[in-house]
């Protein structure tokens, strides 16, 4: 290994996207930049001037000029403040939330960005958490149930509103002149990569968890997409691409524009697009089976590795070579923690000032389990895993006149506890053994009681990623791949998981004291989850569907 040698690794968040500049020899955070993007999550109206066009519920878009922005403020500040030469930067890598996704003409230019298309929601990017498309999900499901179409398992049986044919079937059905004006329709991840090297390359990651792509397989016959919407039958290949590129392969060079942009090199080797959940794992130092990596922050996402492929209840997809080479990627995972939280602190608690979270944590933490005699379903923002339903709510059980806000937050933080504890067992009993969990993300270190609660909850002892921004760190790994060894990076992303990536020292171990008293709220929880989640009473959907109609 050649000291000197640096990747960069960029992760396009929800919120904002940040740029860390890594030595390759042992994974050193050099340098880190972050820009917020300006237009955020747009989910009520569009952005000015076109902001008297209101969004509907459940709608949740982005503006892709943030995404150029980013690149733009934080790699040439990560090259000045920190001096590296930029010819001694050999990899860069991406990182994306998805299934975010956008319509494009044929030279990669975003609808939205048209003069005559800025007032049309649908030409806009939509966000991981927009949820409008669960009418198409509900198509989808049905007709590949119908026509008993094998992928399907692939999904855990459900294909989620999240995923990117629901949502591009949402733009044919409501706005089918957009549609039909877009010559491309692929994921950001894959569009950002298109802007740096100038080339479209389609990444078997976000093809494979979120557009039913496989290894084997490819994708779905046209039969099946004619069964949605005959306009529909042809879909991927008027609009998509069947020439899928692996993870750690090189999708290309920095281009000159894009060189201008970053104040790297032309030519710069630039990684295949992946997946901020999936990029994580390795960045973690999870390689090989048996170890599922849970990236905690506004959601959650558990990934499992596995030797062949199985079918696991609710699971978002399980795709071969989709994490590492070699291995079967599950991945799974809760659509609202830090986010419940958030809401919570923000329009339930009153603020006097300091850090609220900080405040309600050190409070609830003085509690016992079970003490706070509230028990809550964490659906504020639907059911991805097991379930597989947006139209479902949140519940919060047990209240009184002497209920605090205290008690409410430490119920919520048991409730995500209760939902990862779920989706642990569904994976155990289809036989993907979950034997060590390592967290990583954002709340890890924010929230040290969420953390506690989440060991005693599920019986496991939790390690924790020695990164703070393993998403980015796991984008620079993939960069460095794209290198090569010969060029002084690594020639795959196991042998890059061994120099670069770390735990921490310390570890949250499960109290035994307090293993009996979730056992039995969580025998509770799973009461409710399966009354208000599998048919049992359908108050949830009546009362989104009275939403919807008033």
Known sequence: MRAGRYAVGIDFGTESGRALLVAVEDGSEIGAATYRYRNGVVDERLPTPHDDVELEPSWALQDPEDYIRTLQETVPRLVSETGVDPADVIGVGIDFTSCTMLPTLADGTPLCLLDELRAEPHAWVKLWKHHAAQPEADRINAIAAERGEPWLARYGGRYSSEWFFSKALQIL??????????????????????????????????????????KQHGFPGAGFFAALDPRFEHVVDEKMSRRISPIGSRAGGLSEQAAAWTGLRPGTAVAV????????????????PGTMVIIMGTSNCHILLGDREREVEGMCGVVEDGVVPGLFGFEAGQPAVGDLLGWFVDTCVPSGGGDVHAELEREAAKLRPGECGLLALDWWNGNRSVLVDTDLRGLLVGMTLATTAVDIYRALIEATAFGTRVIVEAFERAGVPVERIVACGGLPDRNELLMQIYADVTGHEFFVAASKQTPALGAAMFGAVAAGAENGGYDSIVDASRQMAGLRPESYRPEPSHREVYDRLYAEYVRLHDLFGRGGDDVMRTLEHIRGTA
């Open 273 to 288: 697009a992946n997946v901020d959940a999936h990029v994580s794992a390795p960045a973690a130092t999870v390689s090989e």
């Open 173 to 214: 059905d409501e706005a089918p002149e957009i549609y039909a004006r877009a010559d491309r329709l692929l994921e950001a991840a894959d569009w950002v990569v298109w802007q740096l090297t100038g080339e479209e390359t389609r990444s078997s990651c976000t093809a494979g968890y979120k557009a039913i792509w496989s």
